[in-house]
Structure formats: C-alpha cells, structure tokens
C-alpha cells in the first residue's frame, strides 16, 4: 500500500507520551499518523489541504477544551465530513453523552486496548460521519 493510499489520521493529545504511543500504533496499523499537542496547532494543520480521513480528539487539552474545539471545528462546514473519535480518560456518562452531541461519533476512554481502537477507526473510515439530531 502506498503512503497516498493510508488513510490520514489526526491525533490531538497533549501528553507527549501517550501521542507518541497512540501514533506509533497507527502507523503500525496502516495509517498515516499526524499530530497536534493543542487544538489550536490541531486548527493549523486542518487549514492546510488535503483534509485528514479521522481525526482522534482528547478532551483535556491546553488553552481550549477538546469538547469547545469539537463544537467550533462543527460550526464550519468545511469540516462537517470529518469523522472525529474522541480518546479521553473522562469516562463520566455525563461527558461521554456531551462528546457526542457536540459532534464526535464515537467516544473510547483511556485506558484503550490498541486492538479497540484501530477497529474503532477502520469502521468509522467505512461509516463516515453519524448524523445526530
């Protein structure tokens, strides 16, 4: 398969370690990994064309929350098509229900099991976008 071929995934984390970890898994896995440690170095590489194919969002970033950054990146339609799966250690109901009406669809908490995960994306890549109303 070649590099054009994988499909992009954007990864914003702001713990270096646990980025490096979830990157190295999905390029293990076929993927073309990309990474931000902020939503807003996430924002910049999202200006810049060609789009990612998924992008896996924490919630607790810096400067803006990963749910604040969802519903602003939503509110453009540019990124309307942009499957998001949110990977975070809040695990609450109340949150998890939040991630997903403010656009993401699908919610993994931390810990993850690798396996988990890379299925995760592979059937949201098939799916596409979950329209909620």
Do not use: C, W
Not at 49 to 62: F, G, Q, T, Y
Not at 70 to 98: F, T
């Amino acid at each position: 398969m070649s590099e054009a071929q994988k499909p992009r995934i954007l990864v914003v984390d702001d713990d270096p370690a646990l980025q490096k970890l979830v990157v190295a898994l999905l390029q293990r896995a076929e993927f073309e990994a990309l990474s931000a440690m902020s939503a807003m170095e996430a924002a910049q590489i999202l200006k810049q064309p060609p789009l990612p194919d998924i992008m896996v969002l924490d919630l607790m970033l810096p400067e803006i929350s990963g749910i604040e950054f969802l519903k602003q990146m939503r509110a453009k339609p540019i990124y309307d098509q942009l499957p998001v799966v949110i990977l975070s250690a809040l695990a609450d109901p109340n949150q998890i229900r939040e991630g997903l009406n403010a656009g993401a669809d699908r919610y993994l908490t931390k810990p993850y099991l690798a396996n988990n995960l890379v299925k995760t994306l592979h059937e949201v890549l098939k799916t596409g976008r979950v329209k909620r109303s």
